[in-house]
């Protein structure tokens, strides 16, 4: 383990915290327990209660780096009743335990003081040659070297915790800055081995990179921000429906990377693994050598209501509401003209699967954001993929991938690869992390102990989905209104057209069919689209009376698609471990205020 004495379990400190976190307990409890591994230490109080101590180390959470940027958060287990028993155990009679042990933590911490003044002194270069589990994994962090080997080892995003092997922690956190907690940076304190040389601690500062968000874009102040860096934000649902289509400053921001600056005159796209070789188009040959198609898309992130699968169990990923979807008109080349024009024939398809998409927005080693979808979707007269460098009749906005991106109309959002820099026709999918190791669906069985990613299929169309964005959950209406205006969206992936929604105002005991439109109510009616091309949302409304004795209302709704297709009336059995695919009946309360001079 290098230098240093040896660090305790990662394990053991991770499990430590969920079981402060989840019981709360008060303050001398919590010190004691943030340090369980120590608690054999204290003795054989009496055998139940020594056997105890093990138990409550069989907590299982796992600390996730938040490698899949729609995820920059910590994902904490859950756990049934059998560790709250073996909890109380430990806690009865807290008195004298908590006694002694908060006395041997302050013992403790004057030892590990002294210690800390001890440890060695190592050179950038010492640092610099442990990066890999075999040699060792050392980072370092304002000015201490830390040994995280053991962390390395168990951490489920080691992939991308690597990246900061053998050098600074602080411009990964940069990118990752999720990592920045009190309890990240105090798991990282017990793997302290030494101090950086002051000589190498100032050429590292000298050095030191400025924040890789600086140079983000400004965003729409009433968006509600999910994340700041890298920035994911959404609209305010009450707004999102009052346009058919979204405004560019309000359509929601799903980045993974910080936003790149692209300089349209030097910027090229570049095409491969075609027969015709590699073809290099600038954006200028972009827009003139082909045809400029638009289309009338909604994109929606895999994460949408993911909020309301937290409400059922925990899950890894950013706390989207409803307003993760937004419906634009792309303009473009078509994907298929340029893959024509690269070379693409008949014979292609019978050695290539997959078109392969990688942005200009990356990390600190340089990987790129990338993704993948079919290459049937890619070529298809009907498929309508777009090389689009045009949102809502202008240039790309910088937060929506100027100057060009992919825009796949019926497919997850993730997909929908910004910033383009290099297509590539495979016989593999994408490699990304986001391909392969996201983005994925899983039963509600799956955990973070058992989830295999290869098991299951890259997101690509999504289900059918509706939300109610009028009224709000938790409002009020007024009895003498006599009447509640309803309003939402409703999608569904692959082209297939919304039909029907229906509305309930009792939980779903009785229904009623909600008006659809397709355009803005002072513009005339859009023809419906060709089967399976239904790329865009349909809003809806309804307005129903007042039940008469109901003093709260449980407004539902769920819609149904050219296929057949319908929501799932609740939650749990969608639920999966990253919240994807969430789309159930969507539910609001509201209350019924009743007429004061009738009181």
Request: hydrophobic content about 35%; charged content about 25%.
């Amino acid at each position: 383990m290098g230098a240093g004495s040896e660090p305790r379990s990662v394990q053991s400190r991770l499990e430590c915290k969920q079981a402060t976190d989840a019981t709360q307990p008060n303050i001398s409890a919590m010190l004691l327990l943030r340090r369980c591994h120590r608690l054999t230490r204290f003795g054989p109080l009496n055998t139940q209660r020594h056997q105890a101590a093990p138990a409550v180390a069989s907590c299982a959470v796992r600390l996730r780096s938040g490698s899949s940027g729609e995820d920059q958060r910590s994902y904490q287990h859950a756990h049934g009743p059998s560790w709250r028993q073996a909890l109380a155990g430990v806690l009865a009679g807290t008195g004298a335990v908590l006694a002694y042990g908060l006395h041997h933590h302050k013992a403790e911490q004057v030892e590990t003081i002294e210690k800390a003044s001890a440890l060695p002194i190592f050179t950038q270069e010492e640092v610099t040659s442990h990066r890999s589990l075999e040699d060792g994994v050392w980072v370092t962090y304002k000015g201490a070297v830390y040994n995280i080997t053991e962390f390395v080892a168990m951490h489920p995003g080691g992939d991308k915790i690597m990246l900061a092997a053998g050098g600074d922690l602080e411009p990964f956190w940069a990118l990752y800055a999720v990592h920045k907690q009190e309890h990240v940076l105090e798991i990282l304190a017990e793997y302290k081995i030494g101090e950086l040389r002051a000589e190498d601690l100032k050429k590292q500062q000298s050095v030191k990179s400025s924040d890789p968000y600086s140079s983000d874009p400004e965003r729409h102040p009433v968006l509600r921000i999910n994340n700041l860096k890298p920035f994911n934000a959404e609209p305010p649902p009450e707004i999102l429906t009052d346009s058919y289509i979204t405004p560019s400053a309000i359509f929601f921001k799903r980045n993974h990377l910080p936003v790149p600056q692209v300089d349209p005159d030097s910027y090229r796209l570049h095409v491969e693994g075609l027969p015709g070789g590699a073809l290099t188009l600038s954006l200028e040959e972009l827009k003139t050598r082909f045809p400029k198609h638009t289309i009338t898309a909604t994109l929606q992130c895999a994460g949408n209501r993911r909020s309301e699968m937290n409400k059922v169990k925990q899950v890894k990923g950013l706390n989207w509401g409803i307003a993760a979807i937004s419906n634009a008109t792309w303009s473009g080349a078509r994907l298929r003209d340029v893959l024509l024009a690269a070379g693409y024939g008949p014979d292609v398809a019978k050695r290539a699967c997959h078109v392969q998409f990688e942005g200009l927005d990356k990390d600190v080693t340089g990987t790129t954001y990338g993704a993948s979808i079919p290459l049937n979707k890619a070529v298809s007269e009907e498929g309508d993929v777009l090389l689009a460098y045009e949102m809502n009749g202008e240039d790309l906005p910088a937060d929506h991938g100027y100057p060009v991106r992919v825009v796949v109309p019926g497919t997850v959002g993730a997909r929908n690869v910004k910033w383009l820099g290099k297509i590539i026709v495979s016989a593999e999918e994408s490699s990304s992390h986001w391909q392969q190791n996201d983005y994925k669906g899983f039963s509600p069985a799956t955990d973070w102990d058992t989830v295999d990613f290869k098991s299951a299929p890259a997101i690509q169309e999504l289900p059918i989905q509706s939300a109610i964005t009028v009224p709000a959950d938790g409002t009020a209406v007024d009895r003498s209104n006599e009447e509640v205006t309803v309003k939402g969206y409703a999608w569904s992936g692959g082209g297939r057209e919304v039909v029907r929604v229906d509305v309930s105002l009792d939980g779903g005991k009785t229904w009623q069919v909600a008006q659809l439109r397709s355009s803005d109510k002072d513009q005339a009616p859009e023809v419906s689209p060709p089967p399976g091309r239904a790329w865009a949302w349909k809003l809806w409304e309804i307005t129903v009376p007042l039940p008469a004795e109901a003093q709260e209302l449980e407004i539902v709704c769920k819609a149904v698609d050219n296929s057949y297709n319908m929501q799932p009336d609740t939650v749990a059995p969608i639920w999966n471990l990253r919240g994807v695919l969430s789309n159930a009946w969507h539910r609001v309360k509201v209350k019924i205020r009743e007429d004061e001079s009738e009181e």
